[in-house]
């Protein structure tokens, strides 16, 4: 069975299209888009994402509201800021990049984010409603995962809601921004779910669990983890890690959490790292923006 490459970065320019639209809509409404993010101190992944953002906020006409902190800012310096950007009608939707740096308490930031405001879904309400299947705004890198994959699916002819089913999606990472969400989604459609952690590695169980995965969702942080032994053939993965990697001329590249090479041809679909999931993240995110600025269509569906 031959692996077959699925192209996020085609996913992402189909939705740049669609969201393109809306936001001349929501400007002939006359109702701004306008998405703010915070960046403390100079992490690379970090900052690199902002800049991202910056490209396509400005591609796509939303107006952009950057702000950077020193990494030795305070969390109340920090939690003014939010405060500030929640009470500006400007801004319709407030990012703020992890991590964090170690002395500020992530809860409490994401906690003082104003909800209609939250578009990573990181604030309790936000977190628990989409937990309960009703969520508000869902978390960007989750719900590129399950655009990708039903695309996917529709592009294969499969009917989406006889493979949910049927399937057994393993969840590989459990942090909150990422893993869970994903668990959710998983969930909301009715699959079988089975989420593991690093104690399945530690333990020796990992391969155990992937093996059985008609899906296998990778978000691990781990370069490589997943090799071809841990994959059942005809599997679809996708693969969410982006992870540093300096070449031997000392140019950082990105790599996935799956061994790309060995798992390819064994697998029915597969994305690859970069131009996979990243790409589709970066535009959900401004399309949760552009949710954010009607607030009467707020509350969606599960992406
Ligand atoms: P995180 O907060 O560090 O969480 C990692 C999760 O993976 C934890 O639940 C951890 O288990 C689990 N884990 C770690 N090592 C493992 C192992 N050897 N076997 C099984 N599970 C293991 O990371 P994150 O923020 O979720 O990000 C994960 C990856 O996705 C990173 O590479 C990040 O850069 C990438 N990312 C990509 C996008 C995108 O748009 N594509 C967006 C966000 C993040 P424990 O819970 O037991 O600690």
Redesign the pocket.
């Given at each position: 069975m031959s692996g077959r490459t699925i192209d996020g970065r085609a996913a992402a320019r189909l939705l740049t299209e669609g969201l393109t639209a809306e936001v001349t809509r929501l400007q002939e409404d006359g109702l701004g888009v306008g998405l703010a993010t915070v960046l403390v101190g100079d992490g690379f992944?970090s900052a690199a994402?902002e800049r991202r953002l910056r490209r396509l906020a400005t591609e796509l006409g939303v107006r952009y509201l950057p702000r950077t902190l020193p990494g030795t800012a305070t969390e109340a310096d920090l939690l003014a800021v939010i405060a500030e950007l929640n009470a500006a009608p400007e801004v319709s939707g407030i990012l703020v990049l992890?991590p964090l740096p170690a002395h500020i308490d992530e809860a409490t930031v994401f906690r003082a984010i104003d909800p209609a405001k939250d578009i990573e879904a990181v604030h309790p309400e936000n977190a628990g409603l989409l937990a309960l299947g009703v969520p508000r705004f869902v978390p960007?890198?989750a719900a590129?995962?399950f655009h990708l994959l039903d695309t996917w699916l529709d592009q294969a002819g499969e009917d989406r809601t006889d493979f949910y089913h049927r399937s057994l999606i393993v969840v590989?990472?459990?942090?909150?921004?990422?893993?869970k969400p994903a668990i959710s989604l998983g969930y909301h459609r009715e699959a079988t779910v089975e989420s593991?952690?690093?104690?399945?590695?530690?333990t020796g169980n990992?391969g155990r669990h992937t093996r059985r995965a008609d899906v296998l969702i990778?978000?691990?942080?781990?370069?490589g983890?997943i090799k071809a032994e841990h994959v059942k053939p005809g599997a679809v993965v996708l693969?969410?890690?982006?992870?540093p990697r300096t070449g031997p001329a000392g140019r950082v590249h990105m790599v996935?959490?799956v061994d790309f090479a060995s798992v390819a041809p064994r697998v029915r679909a597969i994305t690859p790292?970069p131009g996979?999931?990243?790409p589709?993240?970066?535009v959900w995110l401004l399309r949760n923006t552009v949710t954010a600025a009607r607030p009467a269509r707020a509350l969606v569906e599960a992406s």
């Open positions: 992944s994402y992890r960007s890198t590129s995962v590989v990472g459990r942090s909150n921004n990422v893993g593991v952690d690093e104690w399945a590695s530690r990992l990778v978000a691990a942080g781990r370069p983890l693969d969410v890690g982006i992870n996935g959490d790292v996979g999931v990243g589709v993240t970066d």
